[in-house]
């Protein structure tokens, strides 16, 4: 700790960077002729340089931004689901002051009975205009976009897999995945048929030993 | 699309019911966004939950969003706030900081250095060691020094952020700088550095 209380946020603000303008050049001739700063200045700047090297190692890889869409939009639709269901419930209990004691099983009751009567003729409970789902519906469908392109870069991730390392047993674990991902798509047909590329490599390969 | 449209225009689009807007705002800071809640919490699945929930938050408050600040710094604003909830939390649930395998708060960073330097600091123990450092730090002064020192928020910027004033946001640096100083000197006091 610097003896030179005087001037102890100056070293700070220096080493850090964010001394203003206006007080560097009168600080650095200050530093000429003051020991305890010139050394808290070295000091500070020893502990800046080392948190920057730790925190520089803490990177975040490319695989784990790659759901963050997808997942804020998944988010958001089950929010929006949330949303709906405790309208419903409010909606009912706006309406539960005449059964008293009973409200909450006659509001269960109704609700099941609604859930009931909309399973059977096939067709959602609507009991307000404003219950449209908008929201929800953009959010699932760039929840479709997004696992589509999820699709698309496990692909490319086993492509290259197969052409850089040559690893055919890690290449059919990814198509594989992708193809279980791709479930419902037409990229399910995409997956077979590079699998089918790839088993008829591997068969040339073995043929050739 | 276009990236010289900046990020205040990109929100009055999404006002305006362009959605693929947010996707581009997304775009832009899911990584920033997920680099600074991974220093602050420093375990991947909360980093990656929390980023979401920043985005989830903003999707839903930008409708009536006005420019008084940058959109950046709105953002970071959410990202802090959820940072600083998450680890009042973690500070006040001790079964969560065991399960998170992490050396338990109340560690001496300085104290381990001396005991048995050579043998402690290796290099990815030394790594460790600073950002349990950095972890001991207050909620606000870690976030005031992450705000300023790894996402290159100016302190004016960082005060509108943490929403304090300017000479409350120094306060926090210097003294979340010597802290750092204190409990890091024995590195390089060993002649570790």
């Known amino acids: 700790m610097p003896k030179c209380k005087k001037s102890e946020g100056q070293a700070i603000d220096y080493a850090y960077k964010v001394l203003p303008p206006a007080e560097e050049v009168p600080f650095k001739e200050h530093l000429k002729n003051c020991q305890d700063c010139t050394e808290a200045v070295e000091s500070y700047t020893a502990a800046l340089e080392l948190t920057d090297q730790a925190q520089a190692e803490l990177v975040v890889p490319e695989y784990a931004l790659r759901n963050i869409e997808m997942n804020v939009y998944k988010r958001l639709a089950a929010s929006q689901e949330q949303t709906w269901f405790s309208r419903l419930g409010t909606y009912f209990t706006s309406v539960g002051s005449p059964f008293g004691r009973y409200k909450t099983a006659a509001v269960s009751s109704v609700a099941i009975a609604l859930i009931v009567a909309a399973v059977l003729i096939g067709k959602p409970p609507q009991p307000e205009q404003t219950f449209q789902l908008t929201e929800m519906q953009s959010a699932e469908a760039r929840i479709e976009e997004y696992r589509e392109q999820g699709i698309q870069w496990n692909l490319e991730e086993a492509l290259i897999t197969h052409h850089l390392r040559n690893d055919a047993w890690e290449t059919e674990s990814q198509l594989n995945r992708m193809k279980e991902q791709a479930q419902g798509t037409s990229w399910t047909k995409v997956a077979d048929k590079h699998l089918q590329n790839l088993q008829s490599g591997t068969l040339n390969k073995t043929q050739q030993n | ?193």
Request: charged letters at 30%.
């Open chain 2, 1 to 193: 699309m276009d990236k010289l449209i900046d990020d205040e225009m990109l929100v009055a689009q999404f006002q305006a019911g362009r959605q693929n807007a947010f996707d581009e705002l997304m775009k832009r800071y899911k990584s920033k966004i997920f680099s600074y809640l991974l220093r602050s919490v420093r375990n991947y699945e909360d980093a990656e939950d929390i980023t979401i929930e920043v985005f989830f938050k903003a999707y839903r408050a930008l409708e009536n969003w006005q420019p008084k600040a940058k959109f950046s710094t709105w953002l970071y604003k959410i990202a802090s706030n959820l940072a600083i909830d998450y680890h009042r939390a973690k500070a006040r649930n001790p079964v969560y900081a065991l399960d998170d395998a992490e050396i338990p708060e109340t560690h001496l960073v300085a104290t381990d250095i001396h005991s048995d330097p050579v043998k402690q600091l290796e290099e990815k123990e030394r790594g460790l060691i600073i950002r349990e450092a950095v972890d001991q730090l207050s909620p606000k002064q870690k976030a005031v020094f992450m705000l300023t020192r790894y996402e290159g928020l100016q302190l004016k910027e960082v005060a509108e952020t943490l929403d304090m004033a300017e000479g409350t946001v120094k306060v926090h640096l210097h003294r979340a700088v010597k802290r750092l100083q204190t409990l890091l000197r024995p590195l390089w006091e060993n002649n570790d550095i």
